[in-house]
T-cell receptor
Framework: QKEVEQNSGPLSVPEGAIASLNCTYSDRVSQSFFWYRQYSGKSPELIMSIYSNGDKEDGRFTAQLNKASQYVSLLIRDSQPSDSATYLCAVNRQGAQKLVFGQGTRLTINP | NAGVTQTPKFRILKIGQSMTLQCTQDMNHNYMYWYRQDPGMGLKLIYYSVGAGITDKGEVPNGYNVSRSTTEDFPLRLELAAPSQTSVYFC??????????FGPGTRLTVL
């Protein structure tokens, strides 16, 4: 079992709809969770971090964490074509010096 | 602030050649990382460093070497290049293991 798993997609969502991206992780001692966005041909950039169970909202983005079920998700409301990118889920265990990344989900927003 | 810079942007190597990928950051971050990203895949950690003089292996270190003599620089050395090392290489720096800032990447092809 991979340490961090994502559906590689592609996920296609119409403009204005809600895009839902999911990520599961295997290590129960994981403590911090991140979503990075990567445009085609570019480097990843951090867009959301979440550390405790529940929801965290930042503009059109909401990160959701459920440690009991070992999943973290990212919701993008009012999706825009500029949201088309690959979204990478990353996880860090307490005391670890590094992140573990999933393989990424490619999201396409259709006008 | 230039952030994280990587050179070169592109490089073609012949099998068996060697080269050094340069990475420099001007944010005084202690943590630095080298990743490779194969097409359609996530990021795989090659090596990382938690400070000058300290380096450690990631999940795919074979065929690579690193050094960290200063806080700013974290070069990645490829010895005896092989086609399997064709990839995009990203360097990242961070004030802590979580919030990583990525360089623009080096696209390497080994023929």
């Amino acid at each position: 079992q991979k340490e961090v798993e994502q559906n590689s997609g592609p996920l296609s969502v119409p403009e204005g709809a809600i895009a839902s991206l999911n990520c599961t992780y295997s290590d129960r001692v994981s403590q911090s969770f991140f979503w990075y966005r990567q445009y085609s041909g570019k480097s990843p950039e951090l867009i959301m971090s979440i550390y405790s169970n529940g929801d965290k909202e930042d503009g059109r983005f909401t990160a959701q964490l459920n440690k009991a079920s070992q999943y973290v998700s990212l919701l993008i409301r009012d999706s825009q074509p500029s949201d088309s990118a690959t979204y990478l889920c990353a996880v860090n265990r307490q005391g670890a010096q590094k992140l573990v990344f999933g393989q990424g989900t490619r999201l396409t927003i259709n006008p | 602030n230039a952030g994280v810079t990587q050179t070169p942007k592109f490089r073609i190597l012949k099998i068996g050649q060697s080269m050094t990928l340069q990475c420099t950051q001007d944010m005084n971050h202690n943590y630095m990382y080298w990743y490779r990203q194969d097409p359609g895949m996530g990021l795989k950690l090659i090596y990382y460093s938690v400070g000058a003089g300290i380096t450690d292996k990631g999940e795919v270190p074979n065929g690579y070497n690193v050094s960290r003599s200063t806080t700013e620089d974290f070069p990645l050395r490829l010895e005896l290049a092989a086609p399997s090392q064709t990839s995009v290489y990203f360097c990242a720096s961070s004030p802590n293991p979580d919030t990583q800032y990525f360089g623009p990447g080096t696209r390497l092809t080994v023929l």
